[in-house]
Each structure stands twice: as structure tokens, then as C-alpha cells.
């Protein structure tokens, strides 16, 4: 028998039998978020030392930033000028700016610290696999001035991007909380989705530039930008429950 069901049955309005059903949809939804993320994270480094110890691996992943390195120079440009961008010094400069915008909107400090924690989070894991693993960076990134000083797995400028894009898209949540009443709740959720196809295209700029400079291998940029999210996601499952419960 099911939650709404055993309710009525002791006789409990079905109000409160909706928001108990919701409730235990969360905290179960919660759940398998955060095991998920929790196994990921536990794969990750192993997958970057099997990589970092492939030499098949490693000379397919050459190949195939040596095809790009051929591609229009104009891209190459682009690709710079997101280096900088999302550098360490870019990613702060940006978070600052949604985190005043965010301000602005929400007026809660601490709506904005929840959003900047959820976002941020996944740059202390990517740091501290990278230093776990330390796989070296690609030969095509020898020469290069945009080279950073860190080991190459995972992505971190990827990772940044995330951190840019997942800020971006609460900010533009509480934008439209604030805009548009509960009875207008489609308009909520267009204005949301073409925050989250925003935040997509940016990320995979990010992570298309970095191959095109031939700073990262391809599994560097596809593990940042499928874990990162995620991570971001728990963290954000996590505290609703906790305010819920508070």
C-alpha cells in the first residue's frame, strides 16, 4: 500500500498526506543522489591512474588533439580568450558578479552562501584528484603559455565552468521565484531551462577550448563536466533536507 494510501486509511487529510509523500520522495530521491555521487567519486581517481598509466590510452587521446590543434586558427583564439576567462582569477571575478547580482535579487546573505557553496564545492574534489593522480599534461601543451602549473586530470578550468554555469542557473532560479508568482509557474520553468541550455553550451565551450589548445586530453575534459554537476547536485539535494528540517 502506498504513502497517500495508508493515510486515508488512518484517516489523515489528504494535504498533509501529499506534503508526507513529498517528503519521502525527496529524502529517497536525495538518497540515491548522494550514493551515486559517492561511488562516482570513488571511481574517478582510479579511472585517472589507469588512464595515466595507458600508454594506449594516452597515445589515442595525442591523436586526437593533434587533429584539432589543424583546426581554423580564429578557434584557437576563442579558446584563449576562454583560458583566461575561466583561469582561476576569471572564475572568482565571475562568481563575484552573480553573487552581487544574486544579492540584489534574493536580498538573503544566506540564499547566496547556500548557492555559492553548492556551486563551488566540486573545485575541492577536482583539486584534490589531480594531485592524487597527477597525470601529466598532453606533449601538445609543451610550449604553451597558457599552460597551468597543475596535473592534468581532471579538467580544472572545465570544472570552473561548472562552478560559473551551476551559480548562473540558481541566480536566474531566484530571478524568477521573484518574478513570476506560484500561478505562473510555467513561465518559471521556461526562464529556468534556457538557463540550463546556457549553462550546457558554456560548459562544453569551456571543455571544447581546452582540447582545441591541446592543454587537457579529452578524458580530462569529459570526467570534469560529468562529475562536477553532479557533485553540485547532491550538495544541493543535501541542504534542501536540511532546511526542511530546520
Known amino acids: 500500500m502506498g504513502v497517500l494510501a495508508r493515510c486515508r486509511s488512518h484517516g489523515e487529510p489528504t ?5 508526507r509523500y513529498r517528503g519521502m520522495h525527496t529524502r529517497n530521491r536525495t538518497a540515491a543522489v ?12 582510479m579511472i585517472g591512474v589507469a588512464l595515466r ?25 576563442c579558446s584563449t580568450v576562454l583560458a583566461y576567462l575561466f583561469s582561476t582569477v576569471g572564475c572568482i571575478a565571475l562568481v563575484a558578479v552573480l553573487v552581487v547580482i544574486d544579492l540584489r535579487i534574493t536580498g ?5 552562501c547556500r548557492d555559492v557553496i553548492v556551486s563551488a564545492t566540486p573545485i ?8 592524487l593522480v597527477e597525470r601529466p599534461r598532453p ?44 500561478t505562473e509557474a510555467s513561465k518559471r ?19 571544447c577550448s581546452r582540447l582545441l589548445l591541446g592543454l587537457h586530453y579529452p578524458t580530462d575534459v569529459m570526467i570534469s563536466a560529468t562529475i562536477c554537476p553532479l557533485i553540485s547536485y547532491a550538495v544541493w539535494c543535501v541542504w534542501r533536507i536540511g532546511a526542511r528540517r530546520a
Not at 34 to 45: D, S
Not at 124 to 131: D, F, I, M, P, R
Open 15 to 19: 494535504v498533509n498526506a501529499r506534503l
Open 34 to 45: 548522494v550514493t551515486a555521487t559517492v561511488i562516482l567519486c570513488c571511481i574517478v581517481p
Open 53 to 77: 598509466n595507458s600508454t594506449i590510452a594516452t597515445a589515442r587521446e595525442t591523436s586526437v588533439l593533434q587533429t584539432l590543434a589543424a583546426w581554423p586558427e580564429y578557434l584557437q583564439d
Open 108 to 112: 538573503s546573505a544566506r540564499i547566496v
Open 124 to 131: 575541492v574534489y577536482v583539486t584534490g584528484v589531480k594531485w
Open 139 to 182: 606533449i601538445t601543451a609543451i610550449g604553451s603559455g597558457l599552460l597551468p602549473g597543475d596535473p592534468s586530470f581532471p579538467s580544472g578550468h572545465t570544472a570552473a565552468a561548472v562552478i560559473v554555469s551551476v551559480m548562473m542557473i540558481l541566480t536566474v532560479r531566484n530571478l524568477a521565484r521573484k518574478r513570476f508568482p506560484d
Open 189 to 207: 520553468r521556461v526562464l529556468l531551462r534556457r538557463a540550463v541550455i546556457g549553462a550546457v553550451a558554456l560548459v562544453g565551450a569551456v571543455a
